[in-house]
């Protein structure tokens, strides 16, 4: 899914990753990729620029926090303007003791009828009682078609066979609903003779039953056309939400960034197959991060940022003077720790894994319990200065913490080694390993 896309953005970063020097010539460059790698993926050209625009500004004038290389801020500023297109997190917003009404909207087989059945399989299982009105009278074979993908959903179907007006359909389904639903979600029409008439009859619809959101649909393999159907749409009825079918196939993606952006809405969900089941809820962040090919690097910078505020300057200062004592080395592996669950993410961050070792996060993320529970078995002053501990005291250490002497002598060497490489390392990039790891 999204190949393209996903391809083109991902070899843009790696370009600006493996440079040597992240300069203004590096920024344009990379903004020149990102804007092939964009509008080659079917989004809208003026989109396109907007938002590299935006990476680029950014990039040139904001200063990266603390601890955070110029490569990392770049990449973080495109992550959070690809995400702010989409809209941002928040999906749909439904309440059990009400009654909530939903249309569908969108052009002929873009899936509306598929996605109803989806959303009224899937609000179901979440405990809506749901009734779904067809109000498709346009389509021949419409209403069987709707009855049988709702059928194993548990949702009751509304229909008039002798009601050619819609408007009317929508009306008294709403009213037939109101009382044993709480939920009603209205699927209409995608034929029309003409355009005008589909988008006036939407009008109508929306303006009768006044729903609490109005969905559109979009296909997603349609690509640049999503944003001009979008935003038709849009004007003849405020849509509230976006849900962007068939990602499943070959579709490049730049369809949703650019349905979100020609009406402001969020995308609440996709469609990944025909499947009743297929509907996956929609993440900006996530999706984001699957296209740059690097996890959640929001909760990345989240950590890294966090991490930050919790450095102990007075310790950093000691650790860097080679002073470091047990408990300073305890700190940092609680820290470690911490950065082990982002283990994952790290290992698929270029910018990050020159900075971070992840196999010794691995290891340290095991030893943590092990070293922690000899440490505490520690006098203070040994703890101060554990050069102290001679093979009696290492004896005891050892007995007091139910660990073995094996275990105290890895501990003992690894402070060595850690203190060691804290009072060779001058250069700036063991000070921001420090600061990231919350001093070392
Ligand atoms: N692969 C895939 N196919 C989908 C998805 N959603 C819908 N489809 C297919 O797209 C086709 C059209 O879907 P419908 O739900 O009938 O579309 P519609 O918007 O109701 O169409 P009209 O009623 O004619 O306006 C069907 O063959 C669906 O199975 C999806 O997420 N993935
Ligand atoms: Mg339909």
């Known amino acids: 899914m999204l190949d393209s896309l996903r391809d083109g953005l991902q070899a843009a970063v790696k370009k600006l990753v ?10 344009k460059e990379f903004v020149r990729d990102l804007q092939r790698a964009l509008i080659q993926s079917d989004v809208n050209v003026r989109m396109a620029l907007e938002v590299t625009e935006r990476v680029q500004k950014r990039a040139l004038e904001e ?10 801020q770049v990449v973080s500023v495109l992550y959070e303007e690809l995400a702010r297109l989409l809209g941002g997190e928040g999906g749909l917003k439904l309440e059990k003791d009400r009654l909530n009404v939903v249309v569908m909207l969108g052009v002929q087989g873009s899936g509306k009828t598929t996605t109803t059945a989806k959303l009224a399989r899937l609000y179901s299982k979440r405990g809506f009682r749901v009734g779904v009105v067809a109000a498709d009278t346009f389509r021949p074979g419409a209403v069987a078609q709707l009855r049988t993908l709702v059928s194993t959903s548990g949702a009751e179907v509304f229909s008039d066979d002798k009601e050619k007006n819609s408007v009317k ?6 009213k037939q609903f109101e009382g044993p639903k709480n939920l009603v979600i209205i699927d209409t029409a995608g034929r029309h003779k003409e355009e005008k008439g589909l988008l006036q009859e939407m009008k109508e619809v929306v303006g009768k039953v006044k729903p609490d959101a109005t969905i559109l649909v979009i296909d997603g393999t349609i690509g640049q056309q999503c944003y001009n159907q979008a935003l038709a749409f849009h004007q003849a009825a405020p849509v509230g939400g976006i849900i962007v079918t068939k990602l499943d196939g070959a579709a490049k993606g730049g369809g949703a960034l650019a349905a979100s952006a020609a009406t402001g809405a ?7 197959g025909e499947r009743i089941d297929d509907l996956e809820e929609f993440a900006p962040t996530r999706f984001v991060g699957r296209l740059l090919g690097m996890g959640d690097l929001r909760a990345l910078m989240d950590m890294v940022k966090q991490a ?6 007075k310790m950093a200062q000691r650790v860097m003077s080679g002073k470091m004592t047990m408990d300073d080395l305890l700190v940092q592996f609680e820290q470690m720790k911490k950065f082990g669950s982002f283990k994952k993410v790290v290992e698929h961050i270029p910018g990050f894994s ?3 070792n992840v196999e010794e996060l691995e290891k340290a993320e095991g030893r943590v319990k092990v070293y922690k529970s000899i440490i505490q078995s520690m006098t203070r002053d040994e703890k101060a200065d554990p050069q102290k501990i001679n093979s009696s005291r290492l004896k005891r250490i050892a007995r007091g913490s139910g660990r073995s002497e094996k275990d105290v002598r890895e501990l003992l060497s690894r402070y060595k080694q850690m203190k060691g490489l804290a009072k060779n390392s001058k250069g700036r990039e063991f000070r921001q390993m420090v600061r990231r790891m919350g001093g070392q």
């Open 169 to 174: 359909i929508a009306e008294e389904g709403k």
């Open 266 to 272: 969020k995308v609440f969900f996709i469609g990944t």
């Open 63 to 72: 200063k990266p926090p603390a601890g955070v290389t110029r490569k990392d």
């Open 308 to 313: 930050e505020v919790e450095v102990d300057e």
């Open 18 to 27: 493996g440079s040597n020097l992240v300069d203004e010539k590096t920024v």
């Open 354 to 356: 020159g900075a971070l």
